[in-house]
C-alpha cells in the first residue's frame, strides 16, 4: 500500500546511501525533482542505474553522490557529452567512477527479467560488440532448443527505484502517460519505490484498457511534486524543456559553474520551485 | 570548401539530402538521434510519405512536423501510430526483425563500416568518453541492413577504432557470418563528400559517388586509410529545389520550435 509523503520523507525513506538505485525515464518523466531532494539529503555511494543517464544523473554524480553508474548511453540528447560524467571517467573528479556499459537491449532485457522475478535475461545481441570483453557480466548460453549462442546479462535487481507520473489516485494507484520507457519494469524490479505525481486525483478518469497503470500495493511512497519532471516533460502537462538542454552543455563543462548552478538550483530551493514548469493537462490526458 | 561555398547548398544539406534518397517508401526504419533523423523525416516528406519511422522510445510510425531533439520529445508520441514499451521495442520489433533499415551515425568507422561511440583512448582510461552504444549494437545485427551518416574527416573515418562499439562487416568477408549474424549490415556510408559502399568481394568501403564539389584528393585527405575507388564513380545527382526547399523548412520549423516560437 502506497504511502502519501512530502517529497523529503519520501526520498528518506525510499532512497538510501549504498543503494543501488534507478531514477529511470527514457528522455520522458524523469524524476528530477526526486533527484534534487537526494542532493540535498546529501545521499552518498550510490550505484546509479538508468538507460539513459541524463542531466540528473550529470547532476548526482557532479556533487559525488555515485560511486558507481549502470548504463547505456550517456549523453545529453541532440547536444553532446555529460560533462560532469566525463570529469569523473576521465579526471576522477569529485571522485573516480565505476561503470558497468551495456547495451539498451541489454538494460531492457534486464529489467524486464528483474521485474519477472528470473535470474537472467536472454537475448540475441552483443554480436560482434566489444563490451563482452570489457563487461564480465555479458556472458552466453547455448541454446537447448536450437543450438544457438543467445547473450545473457544478470537480471536488474534494485534497493530502490524513483520514477515521475502524470498522477495518482488516492488509493495510491499511478498512471503513466505516453513513453513509459522501463519506469514499471524498474518499480516491479525494485525492493522500495518512490513515484511523484504532477497531480493527486480521485479518479485516474478516462483511460486507454490497456493503461500502464502501477496498482497501489507495487508501491511504497508516493510525493505530488508538480512539475517535477522539469525539464524533462510530462505528456499532456507540459514540454520537454529543450533550450534547458541546450544551455546544461554550458553550465556543466566547467566545474566551478557547475558547482555555482547546483548551489543555487538544488541547495538553495525545495521541490516548490518546480511548480512553475507545471501546466494543466490539456487535450488528451484530461 | 572555396569550391562547396559556390554552390547553392552546403555540404551536411547535401549529405543529408542523399542520405534520404536512400530510403525505399516501403522500409520500416529504426532511427539513430541527430543527422539520421533529419534524413529519414525529409524522406518522409518528399519522395517516401509510406516509410515506417520508429524511434527507440518505442514510437512506431511517428510523424515529427518539427525534428526531435531528443530519441523521446513528446512530438514523436503525439505523432506516432502507437507507443510501446521500451522492452517491447528491442524484443519484439528490432530483435523480432521487423525493421528493414537501421539509420546509424557514429564517432569513428573504420574501413568495414565498424562503428565506434564508446571511448577515444583506452575504455579503462578514455582520453574522451563519448556517450556509449545505446541501441546501436543490436540495431548493427538486427536490422535488414545498415544505413550510415557521417560527415568526413580523418578523425572520423580511422585505420584502427579504439573501440568496436557496433559491428559493421568486422575484418572483412565473412566475419559476419562467423558470429551468427543473418543480416547485412552496413550497406551504405554516406558523406558529405561522397557515397561509400563496401565492396562485394573485399567488404572494404568503396567510394561509389563524389557529390558535386568534392574532389577525390578530399576524399583522401578526409579517410584515414588508403581509400578506393569503385571502377565506375558516378555523380551524385545535386539536391532538387523541392528536396532543398523541404530540409530548410524543416530545420526552420525545428528552429523556431527550439526558440519556443513554434
Known amino acids: ?286 | 570548401m572555396s569550391t562547396a561555398a559556390k554552390l547553392a547548398w552546403t555540404p551536411t544539406e547535401m549529405m543529408t539530402i542523399v542520405a534520404s534518397r536512400a530510403l525505399r517508401n516501403s522500409d520500416v526504419c529504426f532511427v539513430g538521434i541527430g543527422a539520421p533523423s533529419a534524413a529519414c523525416n525529409l524522406a518522409r516528406l518528399t519522395h517516401a510519405p509510406g516509410i515506417t519511422l520508429i524511434y527507440e522510445s518505442g514510437t512506431i510510425a511517428t510523424k515529427p512536423n518539427v525534428l526531435p531533439l531528443s530519441i523521446g520529445d513528446g512530438e514523436l508520441c503525439e505523432t506516432a501510430l502507437t507507443t510501446v514499451p521500451v522492452p517491447e521495442m528491442f524484443r519484439y520489433w528490432l530483435q523480432g526483425g521487423r525493421i528493414s533499415v537501421g539509420f546509424l551515425g557514429g564517432a569513428q568507422i573504420d574501413r568495414f563500416a565498424n562503428l565506434n561511440t564508446t571511448v577515444v583512448g583506452a575504455y579503462d582510461k578514455p582520453r574522451v568518453r563519448l556517450p556509449g552504444g545505446g541501441g546501436a549494437p543490436e540495431i548493427a545485427t538486427s536490422c535488414g541492413e545498415v544505413f550510415i551518416i557521417m560527415a568526413q574527416g580523418k578523425r572520423a573515418f580511422v585505420d584502427k577504432l579504439d573501440f568496436v562499439t557496433s559491428l559493421g562487416h568486422g575484418d572483412g568477408p565473412g566475419s559476419r557470418e562467423r558470429l551468427g549474424v543473418k543480416t547485412k549490415g552496413p550497406t551504405r556510408v554516406i558523406t558529405d563528400l561522397c557515397v561509400m559502399e563496401p565492396d562485394p568481394a573485399t567488404k572494404e568501403l568503396t567510394v561509389v559517388a563524389i557529390h558535386q564539389g568534392a574532389t577525390r584528393e578530399q576524399i583522401a585527405d578526409g579517410t584515414g586509410w588508403p581509400i578506393k575507388f569503385a571502377s565506375s564513380v558516378a555523380d551524385t545527382p545535386p539536391p532538387t529545389t523541392e528536396e532543398l526547399a523541404v530540409l530548410r523548412d524543416l530545420q526552420a520549423r525545428t528552429k523556431a520550435a527550439l526558440e519556443g516560437k513554434g
Open chain 1, 1 to 286: 500500500m502506497a504511502k502519501f509523503l512530502s517529497l523529503a520523507d519520501a526520498v528518506a525513506e525510499v532512497v538510501r546511501d549504498g543503494d543501488k538505485t534507478a531514477f529511470e525515464g527514457f528522455t520522458h518523466l524523469i524524476p528530477f525533482a526526486a533527484g534534487h531532494e537526494t542532493m540535498r539529503q546529501g545521499r552518498k555511494d550510490l550505484t546509479l542505474v538508468r538507460m539513459t543517464p541524463d542531466l540528473i544523473y550529470d547532476q548526482l554524480i557532479g556533487v559525488g553522490a555515485a560511486k558507481k553508474m549502470v548504463f547505456s548511453w550517456g549523453g545529453n540528447p541532440g547536444v553532446g557529452s555529460l560533462h560532469r560524467f566525463r570529469d569523473a571517467c576521465e579526471k576522477g573528479w569529485p571522485c573516480p567512477l565505476e561503470i558497468e556499459e551495456h547495451s539498451h537491449a541489454a538494460m531492457a532485457n534486464a529489467y524486464e527479467a528483474g521485474a519477472a522475478g528470473l535470474p537472467f535475461a536472454v537475448f540475441r545481441g552483443y554480436r560482434g560488440a566489444e563490451l563482452a570483453r570489457v563487461n564480465p557480466n555479458i556472458k552466453s548460453v547455448t541454446c537447448p532448443y536450437t543450438g544457438e549462442v543467445l547473450a545473457t546479462v544478470p537480471a536488474m535487481r534494485l534497493d530502490s527505484a524513483v520514477i515521475h507520473a502524470q498522477k495518482a489516485d488516492r488509493a495510491g494507484n499511478v498512471l503513466l502517460e505516453g513513453i513509459v520507457g522501463v519506469q514499471k519494469e524498474a518499480v516491479l524490479a525494485a525492493k522500495r519505490s518512490l513515484v511523484t505525481v504532477e497531480e493527486i486525483v480521485d479518479d485516474l478518469g478516462p483511460r486507454s484498457y490497456n493503461a500502464c497503470v502501477l496498482p497501489h500495493w507495487t508501491v511504497t511512497a508516493i510525493a505530488a511534486v508538480p512539475g517535477g519532471a522539469h525539464p524533462s516533460y510530462a505528456q499532456g502537462h507540459y514540454k520537454r524543456d529543450n533550450a534547458h538542454y541546450e544551455a546544461w552543455d554550458e553550465i556543466a563543462r566547467d566545474r566551478d559553474s557547475f558547482k555555482a548552478w547546483i548551489a543555487e538550483n538544488v541547495m538553495g530551493k525545495g521541490p516548490e520551485a518546480f511548480a512553475s514548469f507545471a501546466r494543466k493537462p490539456a487535450g488528451r490526458s484530461q
